[in-house]
């Protein structure tokens, strides 16, 4: 396989593959060492040529593995796939290869006698003779050379304009038979090939694409917009402690990175990012990216402190968010856990909640979306922190929004949570969902993805059933429980246990995890209380609260000072109310039998202001 013509002066123009993803180049390894390093990964230092030029490099150390099966050697021809040109403190340029293909058997030989690209410069190109020329840009393998009658600079690429015939001098007469000029402004219009391509900010500054950063440069600014922004968490250890946020930026090439801030970076950057907006970045230190708590399209993942560099960049380009929408019906033929891009209409937005983290401890804000595409189907999708505290003003009115990667439950079917959310993204899809909303699909009826679940609180009007759902959907005869809402009356409460003094037991007095004043606490022989689920003993146990009072109040009334009336009037008062039920309904093993067993998970009181608001939607919207 013949090497790429000019493709070590193309490169070493260039700052990345990413400027050019056309440039593909065969290249030949011509020289091969090991560098000797004390402890961690090998390193190996390539020279890498294309018959004319050559320049120093490094290979990455994922390629380690071709190194080791003998599959890179010396002379191996290589194509380049992607690459990253770093400058050292000396000015040298580094061609650091990240991914190649070895081509074909090894020639044995040295194709050509190329010369160090850093000694003859890197403006020097092949002639078809077979000779060397300096000209004032770099000739790529897919430039057309073409003859330039209007002459230009000598052999050297002298920027002089005037004449003669010094070969040294710019004036070069018109007859020039390299037909370059030496102008490396007018090179492409000179038709002596493309400059390579370089992004600045709006002062002017290099930015190198998140698609190039590498572990082998640490001189890089990147220019990009922030798209999610997290809360600020603390921890505490045997370490110390102290307090991080991370966000999540993206460029124009459609690349993503996760960034965190620790301590001191936290108190500086953190009130002054905002999601949306751009800014430039550098000063960050790179560690390759843990993809099981990352899911940006970045390898790496960015460290910033307080000495990194971060200023917005209001005047530049816009940086627009690529989307990979997927429709909400086909949801249930992809796989969990994954993370999917959705564009729908916000048609309910839950009351916000607060639960206690089992794996932190701490307290968490939620709220519960339900949103609706034109695929026919709807989901629930819970935000979280911030969020979720905005919910209700943010999605007011129905809005079409799009949520950048939520992740994929299947929980109760199949429901998403977080997501970076835009109201009414600027692109033609939000249109046309608009309309199909405005014109039927608000008054259509959808296949909903998500069974109610176990969260707490009851599911919105439209998602109610009726307890003769239970028959008549045979719920509970599927391996998971199934959930279902109903508002319902009760009729009558069983106030008394069999061998028992009333409706009551002894809990755990332990009010955090696991236990919560939930599970139930056995009276030892010293009169303490002891609980097999904490494995912990207590002098005391806890009752739970019943309509409005605790148990113990109850059982020192009622049973202590002998009011038996009192107690059954708490729970005649109890009867006759209405209440919004929360029920899973699961099949069990009563001895040989099969039952299907409604357990009560939550029940709050009607709301009667707020059930006739819902009604009243709910009618203007057949």
Known sequence: MSLTPNAISTLYNMGASGDNPSFVPVVQVIHLKKIDKSGGDERWKVILSDGTLHVSGMLATQLNPLVASSQITTNSILTVKDFIINTMGSGQKVCILLNVEVNGVNPGNRIGSPQD??????????????????????????????????GGG?????????????????GAPAGNPYGAKSNNNNAAAAGGGSAPIVRTTADGQPVTPISGLNMYSNRWVIRAKVT????????????????????????????????????????????????????????????????AYNNCKSQFEITFDQNSEIHLDAEGA??????????????ENMEPNSYVDILAVVKHVGDVSTIVSKKSGKEMTKVDLVVEDDSGA?????????????AENQFANCPVVAFKKSRLGDYGGRSLSGGSPTVNPQIPQTNQLMQWWGSNGNKSQSRSLSSSGGGKGPDPLEKRKDVCSIKEEHLGNSDKPDWLSFKATIT?????????????????????????NMFKATQTSDGNYHCDKCQQTHPNCAETLFNGMTADNLYQQSIEQGDKDFYDSTFLKATYTEWVFKCKV?????????RIKTSVASLVPVDYAKESRALLSSLLSQ
């Open 228 to 291: 999610n922004k997290s809360d600020v968490k603390t921890w505490s250890n045997a370490k110390g402690e102290g307090s991080l946020f991370s966000v999540t930026l993206l460029d124009s090439s459609g690349y993503d990175v996760k960034c965190t801030f620790f301590k001191e970076a936290v108190d500086k950057f953190y009130n002054m990012l905002e999601e949306g907006r751009v800014y430039t970045f550098s000063g960050g230190r790179l560690k390759v990216a843990n993809m």
């Open 378 to 390: 709807d989901v629930k999708l819970t935000l979280w922190g911030n969020s979720a505290q905005n």
């Open 318 to 331: 816009e940086i627009r968010e690529n989307y990979d929408f997927v429709k909400i019906a086909e949801l």
């Open 492 to 516: 009558f409460l069983k106030r008394e246990k069999q061998g028992d003094d009333g409706a009551w037991y002894t809990a755990c007095a332990n009010s955090g995890e696991p236990c919560r």
């Open 586 to 594: 699961k099949q069990e093993m009563v001895g040989d039998e099969t």
């Open 117 to 150: 690209i850093q000694k003859v410069g890197p403006n020097t190109t092949a002639t078809v003779g077979g000779g060397m020329h300096r000209q004032g840009g770099a000739q790529p393998m897919y430039g057309n050379v073409q003859a330039n009658n209007n």
């Open 154 to 170: 000598g052999m050297y690429g002298n920027n002089n304009q005037g004449g003669g015939n010094n070969p040294y001098s710019g």
